[in-house]
């Protein structure tokens, strides 16, 4: 079982960018796919990408194809969630997960 903790969200203006992390401590994080999700304001949880345990796999929901990029480094432990050209409503808590294992969640608020 791998224990995730995020890091990276905060606020930002329309347009602009931010890289989520996603640090997993113990066991197993390189053999596991992590997934990406988010929740908005008043609304449920939504699977945004995910990563295969390799790497050589990417998938991501329609709303953020193109603009986010799922990334891993198996060495560091660690996926990143790179968000560009980003829009009010990609405000949520974002949150990652792999095995039966989620973070606590990062805010992203995109506002001017």
């Given at each position: ?32 796919a992590v997934h990406w999700y988010r929740q908005p ?10 990563i295969t345990s390799a790497g050589t796999t990417k998938?991501?929901?329609?709303v953020v194809e193109g603009r986010f990029t799922v ?42």
């Amino acid at each position: 079982q791998v224990r995730l903790v995020e890091s990276g969200g905060g606020l930002v203006q329309p347009g602009g960018s931010l890289r989520l992390s996603c640090v997993a401590s113990g066991s197993g994080f390189s053999l596991l796919a992590v997934h990406w999700y988010r929740q908005p304001p008043g609304n449920q949880r939504e699977w945004v990408a995910t990563i295969t345990s390799a790497g050589t796999t990417k998938r991501y929901a329609d709303v953020v194809e193109g603009r986010f990029t799922v990334s891993r480094d198996n060495a560091e432990n660690t996926a990143y969630l790179q968000m560009d050209a980003l829009q009010p409503d990609d405000t949520a808590v974002y949150y990652c997960q792999a095995g039966q294992s989620w973070g606590q969640g990062t805010q992203v608020t995109v506002s001017l």
